[in-house]
């Protein structure tokens, strides 16, 4: 009867918690499927939470008054070069620094392990004024390229690779391939799972950011999603429906991810925490 | 990169050209974006340096620093954050350990309650800020005003949160803590996993109760996840500023403003170089004075390396 008791107090708890989770991101679906005129009317009350007459005229309307679709090409292309591009030459370093013996290592690895703890936001600033004085703004790579090399992404193929038993490249080795064959043919189809925590890690990092570019860029024409919404929220006339309709588009490739590669995330997560 | 068969035998070679090879573009990259910049602005706030100005960079000593620490807006800022850390840190924390604990059981449904609590980290920051704007709406119309009226049954008196110097702050403060709350989870959560079940079967037997087994079995045994999040947290409090720009732009009178918000300000609103990269090196000393603590404190546990 207790045991019954208890559970029920456990579940009460989980569902309250997540009620409050929940409820910012209902109220964000359901304001963007209601007429934009009910959104501020009925958001004091229950049915901020509940989507009823759905339509989908937000949705047609963000379309319509905002580059959208460009925004987002902006963020994908952007995204998927600063992940692609980081993989590879991220992990070559982890793999180095784990693997090969060369002079200058162990000083080169504790330069990644200092550099670790320098915020981004510490080098914004500076690093505007560094690429400002080379006239270097505005355009896709300067949003790409401070970020492929990444402190974190190495650290973390370096403590993976250092963990991975060392039969299989001694016997690749034996069998006369060199350092860099070794590692292409033998330890990256080893190696799936940290290279799928690693890019989520950055993708979850670098698909929100909004200083660098807010710094960097000018136009719609490169910029990404965030300040996509951050531009349209100061857009008069403000249409509620209209800026919860555009975060709604603007989550759904993340969360679809977030979804279907959830293990992933948790993991990828996790072990950059633990780690620490 | 054939090797002679006499050679190939031996294992540990040393791959000299290969490695600096393979380290080179990672090493280029950090150079050029964290190394140079960061020198950089070491160099540049002991100048006056104005962007765009003819005047080119004077060497002034510490001056900058010491015009920070006198200024007004810069010491609210740093008050701020300080505060933004004593707010956030222990409720997010606890927070966080509560919703691992309750997750930590073999409960039907815990995958599901687990994706939603973690839901909100996917959501970028400047998104939260945007929809939590509006959940902050003055008056009876606004979401958390409707809630906080209906649970009091309408003695509740609507603010306006945004607008309000006593109130801007910790309504960011909420907005983070939602946001973040489910991170902190899944790195205690993942902590609580590795804690040896023997453990509890041992003191189970020893007639220990619920208290005592989290006493002296749970947050012994969650003691370096509890300490990273407790130091990520609180660094996390002192690069704060998506929220401030978007939400508050630093108002009510600089009742949010922060330290990464002023130094942002000065380098783009007012080109004063010199002061901006003062501010982004005091930033980077707090911050690395928190990450010291953390290393000492794990380093009694295990050699961090």
Do not use: C
């Amino acid at each position: 009867m207790r045991r019954v008791a208890l559970k029920i107090i456990h579940y009460g708890l989980l569902l309250g918690a997540a009620l409050v989770f929940l409820a910012p991101i209902l109220f964000m679906l359901a304001g963007s499927l209601k007429p934009d005129a009910r959104v501020l009317s009925e958001a004091g009350s229950w049915r901020a939470l509940v989507p009823d007459g759905i339509t989908l005229e937000n949705y047609r309307a963000v379309l319509a008054r905002t580059p959208f679709w460009h925004y987002l090409l902006n963020s994908l292309l952007i995204n998927g070069l600063i992940v692609g591009l980081g993989l590879l030459i991220n992990s070559l370093a982890g793999y180095a620094l784990a693997r090969l013996r060369w002079r200058g290592r162990d000083a080169v690895l504790g330069a990644v392990l200092a550099i670790l703890v320098i915020p981004f936001e510490a080098i914004a600033v500076p690093l505007f004024y560094q690429l400002s004085l080379l006239g270097w703004r505005d355009d896709f790579s300067v949003q790409i390229a401070p970020f492929v090399a990444n402190p974190l992404s190495i650290y973390l193929f370096y403590t993976f690779f250092l963990s991975l038993p060392r039969e299989l490249e001694e016997a690749a080795r034996i069998d006369g391939a060199g350092p860099l064959r070794t590692f292409f043919t033998v330890v990256v189809p080893n190696a799936r799972p940290v290279f799928a925590s690693v890019a989520i890690v950055t993708l979850l990092f670098y698909w929100g950011l909004y200083l660098w570019p807010l710094l960097m860029t000018t136009g719609p024409a490169v910029r990404p999603l965030p300040l996509g919404i951050a531009t349209f929220f100061t857009l008069p006339p403000l249409h509620w429906g209209q800026i919860l309709a555009f975060g709604v588009m603007m989550v759904a490739p993340v969360l679809a991810l977030f979804l279907i590669f959830q293990r992933g995330f948790v993991r990828g997560v996790a072990s950059s925490g633990l780690k620490g | 990169m054939k090797r002679t068969p006499g050679k190939s035998a031996r294992t540990a070679l040393t791959d000299n050209a290969t490695g600096w090879l393979m380290m080179l573009p990672a090493l280029a990259g950090l150079t050029v974006f964290v190394v140079a910049p960061f020198v950089l602005a070491l160099g540049m706030s002991l100048t006056h340096l104005r962007m765009g100005s003819p005047l080119g960079a004077q060497f002034v000593g510490f001056e900058q620093y010491l015009r920070l620490l006198q200024d007004a807006s810069f010491q609210r800022a740093l008050i701020n954050n300080a505060l933004f850390a004593l707010g956030v840190v222990p409720v997010q924390t606890l927070l966080a350990l509560g919703l691992a604990l309750a997750l930590n059981r073999p409960l039907r449904g815990v995958a599901v309650f687990r994706t939603l609590f973690f839901m909100p980290v996917v959501f970028p920051m400047s998104l939260v800020a945007v929809v939590w704007i509006l959940i902050y709406a003055p008056g009876p119309n606004g979401l958390l005003n409707g809630v906080l009226g209906a649970l009091t049954l309408h003695h509740w008196q609507p603010r306006d949160f945004l607008h309000d110097p006593h109130l801007a702050l910790p309504a960011i403060m909420l907005t983070s803590i939602w946001q973040g709350a489910g991170f902190q989870m899944v790195i205690l959560l993942a902590g609580l996993q590795e804690i040896p079940r023997e453990r509890y079967e041992a003191a189970a037997v020893d007639g220990a109760g619920p208290w005592q087994r989290f006493l002296h079995i749970t947050l012994p045994g969650l003691r370096n996840p509890l300490i990273f999040v407790v130091i990520v947290t609180s660094i996390l409090s002192f690069r704060v500023f998506d929220q401030v720009r978007i939400m508050t732009q630093g108002g009510p009178l600089d009742a949010t403003t922060t330290v990464v918000y002023q130094a942002v300000q000065s380098a783009f609103d007012r080109a004063q170089a010199g002061r901006g990269a003062a501010m982004a090196v005091v930033f980077f000393v707090i911050v690395l004075a928190i990450t010291l603590i953390q290393r000492r404190l794990l380093r009694t546990e295990r050699e961090v390396r």
